[in-house]
């Protein structure tokens, strides 16, 4: 992120006149810096979508609501989940967990590549922790695996027709298949 808004600034303050240029930097890059930060929130809201879609398969909850987080000492966790289960697959690497729903027949074969991808570039950050910095390409891969993931969560727990599912769920392979031919990853 750094280095695109220090690239970003240099071509602005070479382009606009010394009147314009603080403009920018008041209003204009602090909603840039935003969009690229909701990016990176897109990894991790995508990283929680799937671990919800694993426990919904597995049948972690035993109502219709959903957690995210469950407190050690709530004494009411029993009656909406399995709480063993829960925090089992809340320790679960991300790549099997979309193994598993590849395996479940959850997550089509496109959309399970565009998502490894992701956990891949993501995973780059541990390598060179100083160094490291997401690219756009990056970026707007969280963000494509964010709505694909997105969608498939909406399939597992809406009540559409069984077409309508289907048509979701050919739309994010599709979708996935077409993002990584033309992408450069």
């Known amino acids: 992120m750094r280095r695109t808004l220090e690239q970003l600034r240099r071509d602005v303050e070479l382009n606009l006149c010394d009147k314009c240029y603080p403009k920018y930097l ?7 810096r935003e969009l690229i930060v ?3 929130d ?4 995508m990283e929680s979508i799937i671990t919800q879609m ?10 219709d609501m959903i957690f995210i987080a469950i407190g050690k000492r709530d004494e ?7 709480e063993n289960l829960f925090h089992k697959i809340k320790k679960w690497p991300f790549q099997t967990k979309i193994d598993y729903l590849k395996k479940a027949q959850i997550l089509p074969e496109s959309c399970h590549t565009l998502l490894d991808k992701a956990r891949e570039r993501r995973n780059l950050i541990h390598e060179h922790p100083l160094v490291h910095r997401f690219t756009d390409e990056e970026l707007e891969l969280f963000s494509q695996a964010h709505n694909i993931s ?7 727990t809406v009540n559409f027709p069984e077409d309508v599912k289907q048509g979701i769920v050919s739309s994010c392979e599709n979708l996935s298949q077409r993002y990584l031919e033309k992408s450069n990853l």
Request: aromatic share 8%; no cysteine; net charge positive.
């Open 26 to 32: 008041g209003f204009i890059e602090p909603g840039i």
């Open 38 to 40: 909701t990016r990176l």
């Open 42 to 45: 897109d990894m991790k809201s």
């Open 54 to 63: 694993v426990m919904i398969h597995k049948g972690v909850f035993k109502t």
């Open 76 to 82: 009411n966790n029993h009656e909406y989940v399995q």
């Open 150 to 156: 997105a969608n498939l969560l909406r399939v597992m």
